[in-house]
């Protein structure tokens, strides 16, 4: 059986092209493989972060997001807590977000210094107004975890 495809644009509209609306309601199932840890620890109440266990690597950072292996020497990482206070370094506001973002428009995006950690932690600002410096404090959704980065917010300390 052949079909005579069209090759312009006008010949598809002429067509009246059939149109299917796809809704996307089917669920995602995947695993978050050796950084399923760090979710675990957001249900405890813990900010979970790795470091290097190669001691020839001489590399003492602690790495959030974790790491599973050290970037520098590609060995193993073990598993600390990080602390739970810290200071926004920087923050935006996203007034027009996209379709599957779940927070509010208007909520503070932030980035968090928290000491001992080399990397600056993306979250969000449960409550107040955001300012660079500003200190802060973890805070964690227990009652209905949604086991994304979602679970883990600041609000001023």
Do not use: C, K, Q
């Given at each position: 059986?052949?079909?005579?495809?069209?090759?312009t644009v006008l010949e598809v509209v002429e067509r009246k092209p059939l149109l299917v609306k796809n809704p996307k309601?089917?669920?995602?199932?995947?695993?978050?493989?050796?950084?399923?840890?760090?979710?675990?620890?957001?249900r405890e109440r813990k900010i979970l972060a790795t470091h290097c266990k190669n001691p020839a690597c001489g590399e003492k950072r602690l790495w959030l997001p974790p790491r599973c292996e050290c970037p520098d020497c590609w060995h193993e990482t073990a598993w600390v807590e990080a602390p739970q206070r810290g200071k926004i370094y920087t923050w935006s506001v996203v007034k027009y977000p996209g379709e599957l973002f779940k927070l509010p428009a208007g909520?503070?995006?932030?980035?968090?210094?928290?000491e001992g950690v080399c990397t600056k932690l993306m979250s969000w600002l449960k409550e107040g107004k955001p300012?660079?410096?500003?200190?802060?404090?973890?805070v964690f959704n227990t009652e209905r975890p949604t086991h994304t980065i979602l679970d883990l917010a600041w609000v001023p300390a």
């Open positions: 059986m052949s079909i005579d495809w069209p090759n309601t089917w669920s995602h199932i995947h695993s978050y493989g050796g950084w399923g840890r760090f979710f675990d620890g957001l909520t503070p995006l932030i980035s968090v210094e928290l300012e660079i410096g500003m200190p802060v404090r973890a």
